[in-house]
Nanobody
Framework: QVQLVESGGGLVQAGGSLRLSCAASGRSFSNLSIGWFRQGPGKEREFVAAIYWNSGIMHYADSVRRRFFISRDNAGNTVNLQMNSLNPEDTAVYFC????????????????WGQGTQVTVSS
């Protein structure tokens, strides 16, 4: 079993940047994909980005491509999400989660979830 803790959320103005981190305890990320999802007010949880720990294969949602960048920190057993050019539509609670094997976009395919971190983008 893996425990996940997100950090790095906060309030930022439109056009700004934030860096989220997802730290794991209990086991390593080996053979897992780590996904970032978000859930805005009154919206369903949606896929943002994911990375396969072993090879670094990455997937992005079209809405964040070329603005958000997912990366892995092997030494820290951490996955980061660098978010640039933020806009108010990016306001949401951001969650990280794990799934076995290659990255997937459906949140129902992910087994373990963190508690989430709030990101608020003001206009």
């Amino acid at each position: 079993q893996v425990q996940l803790v997100e950090s790095g959320g906060g309030l930022v103005q439109a056009g700004g940047s934030l860096r989220l981190s997802c730290a794991a305890s209990g086991r390593s990320f080996s053979n897992l994909s780590i996904g970032w999802f978000r859930q805005g007010p009154g919206k369903e949880r949606e896929f943002v980005a994911a990375i396969y720990w072993n090879s670094g294969i990455m997937h992005y949602a079209d809405s964040v491509r070329r603005r958000f960048f997912i990366s892995r920190d092997n030494a820290g057993n951490t996955v980061n999400l660098q978010m640039n050019s933020l806009n108010p539509e990016d306001t949401a609670v951001y969650f990280c989660a794990t799934t076995r094997g290659l990255p997937r976009r459906d949140p129902n395919d992910y087994s373990y979830w963190g508690q989430g971190t709030q990101v608020t983008v003001s206009s």
